[in-house]
């Protein structure tokens, strides 16, 4: 049995070196979910794990949410293969997964199957770190507010000349209150941010668009962020409640596929 854990940065990320048989029996799970927490970002070098071994290993980590096949979500912008790829030409902005969500994803499981000779790279910005190197009193000022997430907002910087059909189904999506400092069951607090964040509850709409863009440059400036060029059978686990996480533009003819695991969601957003 080998699990040799390294830091890849000072404020996020973790490496991992181990292999099939130690992640499939499920006896490293709770160091595992610990560190998830504690540095947001797990990278599995190159451990090619199966779809079946991935899915093995979700499951010792928590409860999966039902996504594609039995589990496993197949990430690609060819629509036959997945029908939702049009909406994730979206996730080239920062992001974390179930804005709308009351009890948002715990945690996203990834391995590349194919990779694009251009772009496609993942970056993920640590948003529990952000929040902690803000002043005390910018802290205690933010903590009152309440940011308005919709869906428009996720897509509108995309789809810039978005038809009116388009703009109808993302006004179709109910708007979703969110406090913009989470306070987690831990006692820790992270900025609840990304592209859905579209203005701030009780604020002049522009002036509040103004700090939330303001807060996000904050959140994803380099000390935070930590960018993974992909290789075949890499794997990256990423805690979705205390991260933001963004895909660099890649060509749709590219082939690129990512298989995804997502486990169900454990905190309420406070």
């Given at each position: 049995m080998?699990f040799?854990?390294?830091d890849i940065?000072?404020?996020?990320?973790?490496?991992?070196?181990?292999?099939h048989?130690?992640l499939?029996?499920?006896?490293?799970?709770?160091e595992?979910?610990e560190l998830?927490?504690l540095?947001?970002?797990?990278l599995?070098?190159?451990?090619?794990l199966?779809?079946?071994e991935?899915?093995?290993?979700?499951?010792t980590?928590?409860a999966l949410?039902?996504?594609g096949?039995?589990?496993?979500y197949?990430?690609?912008l060819?629509?036959?293969?997945t029908p939702?790829a049009?909406?994730?030409?979206g996730?080239?902005?920062?992001?974390?997964?179930?804005f709308s969500?009351d009890v948002?994803?715990?945690?996203?499981?990834?391995?590349?199957?194919?990779?694009s000779?251009?772009?496609?790279q993942t970056?993920?910005?640590n948003t529990?770190?952000?929040y902690?190197?803000?002043p005390?009193?910018?802290k205690?000022?933010l903590s009152?507010l309440?940011v308005?997430?919709?869906m428009?907002a996720t897509q509108?910087?995309v789809?810039q000349?978005?038809?009116a059909?388009m703009?109808k189904i993302w006004?179709?999506?109910?708007?979703?209150?969110?406090p913009l400092?989470?306070t987690?069951?831990?006692?820790?607090?992270?900025?609840?941010?990304?592209?859905s964040?579209?203005?701030?509850?009780?604020?002049?709409k522009?002036?509040?668009?103004v700090l939330?863009?303001e807060?996000q440059t904050?959140t994803?400036?380099r000390?935070?962020?930590y960018?993974h060029?992909w290789?075949?059978?890499?794997?990256?686990?990423w805690?979705n409640?205390g991260?933001?996480?963004?895909?660099?533009?890649?060509?749709d003819t590219?082939?690129?596929?990512?298989?995804r695991?997502t486990?169900?969601?454990?905190e309420p957003?406070?």
């Open positions: 080998s040799i854990a390294s940065a000072a404020r996020i990320g973790t490496k991992i070196e181990t292999d048989a130690t499939a029996g499920g006896s490293k799970a709770a595992i979910r998830l927490e540095r947001g970002i797990l599995f070098p190159k451990i090619s199966t779809d079946e991935q899915l093995g290993f979700s499951c980590l928590g949410v039902e996504q096949d039995k589990g496993l197949k990430v690609t060819d629509s036959k293969i939702t049009e909406y994730l030409r996730t080239v902005l920062w992001h974390f997964d179930g969500d948002p994803a715990r945690a996203s499981i990834l391995t590349a199957r194919k990779t000779d251009i772009g496609g970056e993920f910005a529990y770190a952000a902690d190197d803000l005390e009193e910018r205690q000022t009152e309440r308005v997430h919709t428009a509108r910087d789809f000349n978005a038809p059909e703009q006004e179709s999506y109910p708007p979703k209150v969110q400092v989470w987690h069951r831990s006692g820790r607090k992270s900025l609840l941010l990304g592209s964040a579209d203005w701030v509850e009780g604020m002049d522009a002036e509040g668009q939330i863009a807060l904050w994803t400036q000390k935070f962020v960018r060029e290789t075949v059978g890499d794997m990256v686990i805690d409640t991260m933001l996480h963004r895909v660099e533009a890649y060509p590219s082939g690129r596929m990512m298989h695991t486990l169900v969601g454990e957003i406070k």
